[in-house]
């Protein structure tokens, strides 16, 4: 794994406008950054990301199986006790999950260590399946890399199977929240790849959802929505007015409701304390049990989004944190485990899962330790 220099296309912000990729520059800074690429072997690739993020898949339904069978954890997860039985059915129905993407702390040379799960809500989609495609084989043509590259990317690939295999019988709500350039143009990208897979879909803004007189969910034109897709956090769904509406609703949503667990950071004590040694996984514990921790480790709320909320301590100093309106619910630690660096970029990996498949990755980098929402993304191939 190594960081190589190259030059950008040309007129490529051209091309994102007319593709939809409206935020590839933030607030006037470069979020798309082709200015370089990361470059893996296959067994880097095959060895070090895909077997883990499979591995931990499974692990971490174990986890969701525990946590639905015991209402002090689900207690300790902060999930509202109203939701509980509606997250246990969830999984014991096994309604069906889409996407996912794992966070790794990784160099090239040792185990992968899982930092988080974004299970719910994943961003960063787009550019890793779509954009960073593009662009290798644009790279390629204009002789920018060399010819004989390849990329760990079927993420397209995979949604479009997902999407058909849904079983969606009419049309399939797909729903960001206003204002937010990011969310709409990752939810318009994955109503794309719907539409591909034969899929009726609809665009709505979650603030424009009602509820009728039956207790069901309608759209702007009062139809009933049977299947919905949010780029909506179920912790904020639970906290909403209308949020105990929804187990009743009869909407199949798209993450189902036993993500909720999964996209928790509570989630890494429990994985510790079930597969505690394992070579993907960094010590991690509830706040009432951090005192297990010594040396420098992360402090993260239970639920946040984006380096929000994270801090990072080492002998009784506070060494980088980001602000965030996050940690009501309340904290986990976890062992830290520096983000490698290459030319002063600190580099997070996320591996992507499609139907709980590992299909893909997308890099991040940031001068800063704590990913955040403004860190950059940055391509990838694979070469031997």
């Known amino acids: 794994m190594i960081r190589i220099s190259i030059a950008e296309r040309e007129n490529w912000q051209d091309l994102a406008k007319e593709v939809g990729f409206q935020f590839h520059t933030i607030d006037g800074e470069k979020y798309w ?12 690739i095959e060895n070090h990301i895909e077997d883990p993020t ?6 971490c339904f174990q986890v969701v199986d525990r946590v639905v069978n015991d209402e002090s954890l ?12 509606y997250v246990r059915s969830s999984w014991q129905n096994r309604d069906k999950n889409l996407y996912g993407r794992m966070d790794f702390s990784y160099d090239g040379t040792g185990p992968a260590k899982l930092l988080e799960y974004n299970a719910d809500t994943p961003t960063s989609l787009y550019e890793s399946a779509a954009f960073q495609w593009v662009w290798m084989e644009q790279a390629m043509e204009q002789g920018l890399i060399p010819p004989d590259c390849d990329q760990y990317n079927s993420i397209h690939e995979q949604l479009i199977s997902a999407f058909s295999n849904m079983g969606v019988k009419g049309t399939l709500h ?9 969310d709409e143009g990752t939810v318009m990208y994955m ?32 139809n009933v929505i049977t299947d919905l897709f949010k780029l909506y956090p179920w912790e904020w769904m639970m906290r909403d007015e209308f949020g105990e509406a929804m187990p009743k609703s009869g909407v199949r949503f798209i993450e189902p409701a036993w993500k909720s667990i999964l996209s928790n950071k509570g989630i890494l004590p429990l994985l510790w304390d079930m597969f505690e040694g394992h070579p993907n996984l960094l010590p991690a514990y509830f706040m009432e049990d951090a005192h297990k921790l010594s040396g420098a480790y992360a402090k993260k709320p239970i639920y946040s989004r984006e380096g929000a909320g994270v801090s990072i301590h080492d002998d009784g100093k506070t060494l980088e944190e980001v602000k965030g309106p996050y940690g009501e619910e309340g904290h986990i630690v976890q062992a830290l485990h520096p983000l490698p660096t290459f030319e002063g970029n600190h580099t997070v990996i996320g591996s992507w899962l499609v139907a709980s498949q590992p299909c893909g990755l997308g890099i991040r980098e940031d001068v800063s330790a704590i990913t955040k929402d403004t860190s950059r993304f940055v391509p990838h191939v694979i070469r031997d």
């Open 33 to 44: 950054d082709e200015s370089a690429c990361y470059r893996f072997t296959l067994e880097q």
């Open 54 to 59: 499979a591995e931990l898949e499974a692990m």
């Open 74 to 85: 689900l207690e300790k997860l902060a999930i509202p006790p109203f939701y509980w039985d």
């Open 174 to 182: 797909m729903a960001a929240c206003q204002g937010s350039l990011e």
């Open 191 to 222: 109503e794309e790849c719907a539409t591909q897979a034969h899929v009726q879909t609809h665009f709505i803004h979650m603030e424009e959802i009602g509820i009728d007189a039956e207790g069901r969910l309608t759209d702007l034109q009062d």
